[in-house]
């Protein structure tokens, strides 16, 4: 009977009838035309487990002891190049977001995920920066001609513009360094650690000023406790301005600042090397505070401005 296992017959052994009725009639997945065929062969030796396959339909079928029952394998959802398997109260499809998109946790989605927009796919051209409208609204400021500079104002949407400076020699932009940092960096701890985030110049006058420009992307804080997330800017190991508060939670669920920064204008009185940094800690020393989440794109900017 169907069920009866596997035997290893070795090299002379003569089958009994019951030996190949069992094994291999009765265990084999057995082909027949339609349904009617498979009654007419099987009706006199039917036993639960048996396995046949109907050309009429082309299923497999398996027999419960009472009836012959379809076995069905799930279909998948995935229908596009780049579909992904997941889940909602069943197994779900998520279409595939557009170039660039970055795939986020949202639990008002079914899926609890979706695509958005990556705030590093707002830069579109050489010397563009990434800037904000309003609170966590990145917005790209395009770079401006030769010789223009960057000043403040509250009539832009960002506040601020590119300007052809007035002549003389005060206020001028003599040199810019930026630099990029893109690689998640996370910390428990309320003391400080390096962001990862830093930038070198090498002022040409000693009345010379520096403007540097932080812009953090994507940082979290998480977990329980109320963690809050600080950073502070600095000149080699000297504070410059003061700590920056960059997130806050009261649950377990986590917050994200998607976007915080500082600008402080410097007065470093040298023409050594000087190497700007920004620093971040938990300042409750518990859960988890992140700076590039998911390997966002962190910028620093310093001008060297003529005094």
């Not at 065929?37 to 039917?46: D, G, I, K």
Request: net charge neutral.
């Amino acid at each position: 009977m169907a069920g009866a296992g596997y035997k290893l017959f070795n090299t002379g052994d003569v089958l009994t009838a019951a030996q190949v009725n069992t094994y291999l009639q009765q265990q084999t997945v057995m082909v027949f035309a339609d349904a009617t065929a498979r009654t007419t062969a099987l009706s006199s030796v039917l036993a639960e487990g048996m396995i046949t396959y109907l050309q009429s339909d082309k299923k497999v079928y398996k027999y419960n002891g009472t009836a012959w029952v379809e076995i069905v394998t799930a279909a998948s959802p995935l229908t596009t190049k780049g579909d992904l398997y997941t889940y909602s109260t069943t197994d779900a499809r998520l279409g595939v977001g557009t170039n660039n998109q970055t795939l986020l946790a949202d639990s008002t989605q079914t899926t609890g995920l979706k695509w958005a927009a990556s705030p590093t796919s707002t830069l579109t051209a050489k010397g563009d920066l990434l800037t904000a409208t309003a609170a966590n609204t990145i917005a790209r400021l395009g770079v401006g001609t030769d010789g223009q500079t960057l000043v403040a104002d509250s009539a832009q949407a960002t506040g601020l513009k590119w300007a052809t400076p007035s002549s003389g020699g005060s206020g001028k932009i003599l040199q810019v360094v930026q630099a990029t940092y893109s690689t998640a960096t996370s910390t428990t701890s309320n003391s400080y650690i390096d962001t990862g985030l830093t930038a070198t110049i090498t002022p040409s006058a000693t009345t010379s000023k520096i403007l540097a420009i932080v812009s953090h992307v994507t940082c979290k804080v998480s977990g329980g406790g109320d963690p809050v997330g600080l950073f502070i800017l600095l000149r080699g190991s000297t504070q410059l301005g003061t700590e920056q508060v960059f997130g806050r939670t009261f649950s377990s669920g986590g917050i994200d600042a998607v976007f915080t920064g500082i600008s402080y204008l410097d007065s470093p009185a040298s023409t050594s090397s000087l190497t700007y940094k920004t620093q971040f800690q938990n300042a409750a020393n518990t859960g988890t505070v992140t700076m590039q989440r998911g390997g966002a794109t962190s910028t620093i900017i310093l001008m060297e401005v003529s005094a």
